[in-house]
C-alpha cells in the first residue's frame, strides 16, 4: 500500500512510493510555526492515526478574520445560466491576490445560494508572497454545514515540473498528479488506495484531472471530489468534500459542482 503523508508543507509535493520524485515546497518561517513534526511509531499506531488534527491543519481550521462575504451567496451573485437553483462564482482580481498578480487565470464554478464564503487568514492567502509565490496558497473557501464545503488551492506548477507553461498531461498521468496534490485534498495524507476513480476531461484545449475519493481519514471529510489542471505558471486545484451525513444528502448537488468548475 503506497501512502503519501505530510508533516509540513516542504514535504506536501512529495509523491507515493510508487510515483515519480518531485521537487518540494519549503514553507515561509510564518507558516512553520503552524505545524510541527512528529515521529511515526507505525506499529503502535498503526495507519495514520498519529495525523489525528494534526498535519496541515492550517489549511482547514477557521482561519483569523480577512474580507471574505459570510452572507449567502444568494445575496450577490447571479443564477447560474445552466441551472437556476444554483448561482455562478466567477473569481475576478478583486476576490484574490494572485488574481491581481497575474499568477492565476480566472475560474468559475457553480454552487447553491445557500452557502456562504468563508475567511482564508492572510498568510494562506499567498498575499504575503505574490508575485512569485514558492509554495502552495488557498484561493476562496466555501461553506454549507448540511451539505459540504469547497476550496480553490493553487501552486506554483514549477514545483511539480520543469517545463514553463507545462500542460497537466506534461506533469504526469491522473495517478502520479493525484498522489502529490492528495494531501490538499484531504487535510492530511493521502493514500493510493482511497481513490475511486481518476477521469481525464477535455474543455477545448483546457485538460482536466478529475477524481472521486472515499476518505474516512480526512481532516476535510470522508467524501472528497477533486478537479485540478494547469494553466500559466500554476497548477490550480478545486476540492469538495463532505462528511457521510452531508454525502448521503448532498451528493448530487456536490457533483455538480465539481462538474462545473472550469479556469
Not at 501512502?3 to 509540513?8: K, R
Not at 470522508?222 to 500554476?234: C, E, F, I, Q
Amino acid at each position: 500500500m503506497a501512502t503519501a503523508s505530510v508533516t509540513q508543507l516542504s514535504s506536501i509535493f512529495s509523491t507515493s512510493t510508487s510515483a515519480s520524485k518531485l521537487s518540494t515546497i519549503n514553507s515561509p518561517p510564518s507558516l512553520k510555526t503552524h505545524l510541527k513534526t512528529h515521529e511515526i511509531d507505525h506499529s503502535a499506531l498503526g495507519r495514520r492515526g498519529f495525523l489525528n488534527g494534526v498535519a496541515l491543519a492550517p489549511l482547514i481550521m477557521a482561519p483569523p478574520p480577512s474580507f471574505a462575504r459570510e452572507v449567502e451567496v444568494g445575496s450577490y451573485l447571479p443564477p447560474s445560466p445552466s441551472d437556476s437553483s444554483f448561482v455562478l462564482f466567477k473569481a475576478t482580481p478583486k476576490d484574490t491576490p494572485a488574481l491581481r498578480a497575474g499568477n492565476v487565470q480566472p475560474y468559475q464554478f457553480i454552487i447553491p445560494p445557500t452557502w456562504k464564503q468563508t475567511r482564508v487568514a492572510n498568510i494562506l492567502s499567498g498575499n504575503y508572497c505574490q508575485p512569485k509565490c514558492a509554495e502552495p496558497w488557498i484561493e476562496v473557501k466555501f461553506e454549507d454545514e448540511k451539505q459540504g464545503k469547497v476550496q480553490v488551492v493553487a501552486a506554483p506548477i514549477i514545483r511539480l515540473t520543469n517545463k514553463p507553461n507545462a500542460l497537466i498531461e506534461d506533469i504526469g498521468s491522473p495517478e502520479k498528479v493525484i498522489a502529490s496534490l492528495g494531501p490538499f485534498v484531504t487535510g492530511n495524507t493521502y493514500d493510493s488506495d482511497e481513490l475511486l476513480e481518476a477521469l481525464v476531461e477535455k474543455r477545448g484545449d483546457q485538460t482536466y484531472y478529475k477524481y472521486v475519493l472515499e476518505t474516512p481519514f480526512a481532516l476535510t471529510g470522508s467524501h472528497n471530489l477533486a478537479k485540478a489542471t494547469a494553466k500559466g505558471s500554476t497548477v490550480v486545484l478545486f476540492v469538495v468534500s463532505a462528511s457521510d451525513k452531508q454525502w448521503q444528502s448532498s451528493e448530487k448537488t456536490l457533483r455538480a459542482m465539481i462538474d462545473s468548475f472550469e479556469v
